[in-house]
């Protein structure tokens, strides 16, 4: 079952939630924003978070107050980064707070991974098509967010952010929880052999194997012309897995952005003039 469900919020704004997590723990906030209901025009349109794409920086923030507003959170308590598609992981405190909300150069600087065990902070990053990867430790109480396209995915920033949370928080792999959100799959992805080098060498080094996920879920396909179908959701769940993360702890969405640009932002099927969607996860006080 798809683990992302869609909301429409009174303000208007759509919101994809970890249903499954919330109800575990109602003191948490976990989710990724879809393109509905927000206040962007076209190429926008309309509930565009990022700051980076040409859009009027008003609009973004005004966006990004609807999203803080749904989820009953103040937008000075909300950080946001200037993303590198690296695998550095920073450990966010109270200090952090109002980080980047207003403009990228008081962002959270050349970050890709955040975590926290701190109540009353969200943690938000920027997507159209690379993947979300959520974390949560419920023994310990504390959350991770990475983003991850190919290169913050073979630079195994989901090993990096779980590693991370062990050392500062004492977080057991085995007893939490992942997801991975809406982001562009196999159905749409492809990459070429520079890229596809890479994964293989990842694979071998964790000794993963190509049908790890199962027959029809293979992590990579030759398409012919030096060209491959790639899953980076399959890869991730596998990299998790290889981290001590237990299979039945990961939940991927079935969501392609590509697919369904109805719904989000994809900066490879919009031609890269498109907007952002934010992934957030946060513990309340
Ligand atoms: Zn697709």
Redesign the pocket.
Known sequence: MEPFLLQKEQNGCGLLYIKGWLEKDSGLTAGFTSRLGGVSEHPFGSLNCGLHVQDVPGHVVNNRQLLAEALHAQLNDCTYAEQVHGNEVEVITKEHAGAGIHSREEAIQSKDAFITNQTGIFLHALFADCVPLYFYDPIHRAIGLAHAGWKGTVLQIAKATINAMQSEYGTHPEKMLAAIGPS??????EVDEVVLTRVREVMAELEIDNEAAGKYCSIYEYLGNYKYKLSLQQLNRQIMIKAGIMPQHIEISSL?????TDLFFSHRKEGGKTGRMAAWIGLYE
Not at 184 to 189: T, V
Not at 256 to 260: G, H, K, L, Y
């Open positions: 562009i799959q196999g159905c749409c992805y392609c952005t590509s697919c369904r």
